[in-house]
Antibody
Framework: EVQLVETGGGLVQPGKSLKLTCATSGFTFSNAWMHWVRQSPEKQLEWVAQ??????????YYAESVKGRFTISRDDSKSSVYLQMNSLKEEDTAIYYC???????WGQGVMVTVSS | DIQMTQSPSFLSATVGDRVTINCKASQNINKYLNWYQQKLGEAPKRLIYNTNSLQTGIPSRFSGSGSGTDYTLTISSLQPEDVATYFCLQHNSGPTFGSGTKLEIK
């Protein structure tokens, strides 16, 4: 059974950092292109970042709204993907989903609240 | 960035109705358009990929069509369990979602 479980969310002050982890199981993670997608309190979905596989040199892509502040990475030995979020802004407040978008497997989401 | 304009934002229909939801891209997206259903408290679930391919396990009352910049999701006969919010997603370039259509039963 394919599973994706996000952890690491919480309440953080503007300007601070947070790192999300998505632990996966049930599929060949090393071949999968992984994404982070977020959903604002207003329910708008926004694609955040993508990381490709080793065969694609772990190429990464970002939404303009997070470029330079967020970093996506992966550890194939742990079947995990990460999202390092720096210089957080209130508008980064959202539920963050990890997804293997090609096959439509999603995690349950983790809440990140940026507020003073 | 490619912008996706989704309409309507809210839709109320009767069980058995034919329902259509539209997405218009700001440029040609070459049929790289998916449709998602999201129920309250759940992650999105893909219904249709690449304009008109039905995801495994999705009822055949859901269908998709379109080309170029204009795309449509159709529910041929609305069922009570279809109450949800629907989103389109273009993945031709730097994925972008539509703003969503909240569907309710009259």
């Amino acid at each position: 059974e394919v599973q994706l479980v996000e952890t690491g969310g919480g309440l953080v002050q503007p300007g601070k950092s947070l790192k999300l982890t998505c632990a996966t199981s049930g599929f060949t993670f090393s071949n999968a292109w992984m994404h982070w997608v977020r959903q604002s309190p207003e329910k708008q979905l926004e694609w955040v970042a993508q990381i490709k596989a080793k065969s694609n040199n772990y190429a990464t892509y970002y939404a303009e709204s997070v470029k330079g502040r967020f970093t996506i990475s992966r550890d194939d030995s742990k079947s995990s993907v990460y999202l390092q979020m720096n210089s957080l802004k209130e508008e980064d407040t959202a539920i963050y989903y990890c997804t293997w978008m090609y096959t439509d497997y999603w995690g349950q989401g983790v809440m990140v609240t940026v507020s003073s | 960035d490619i912008q996706m304009t989704q309409s309507p934002s809210f839709l109320s229909a009767t069980v058995g109705d034919r329902v259509t939801i539209n997405c218009k891209a700001s440029q040609n997206i070459n049929k790289y358009l998916n449709w998602y259903q999201q129920k309250l408290g759940e992650a999105p679930k893909r219904l249709i990929y690449n304009t008109n391919s039905l995801q495994t396990g999705i009822p055949s009352r859901f269908s998709g069509s379109g080309s170029g910049t204009d795309y449509t999701l159709t529910i041929s006969s609305l069922q009570p369990e279809d109450v949800a919010t629907y989103f389109c997603l273009q993945h031709n370039s730097g994925p972008t979602f539509g703003s969503g259509t909240k569907l309710e039963i009259k």
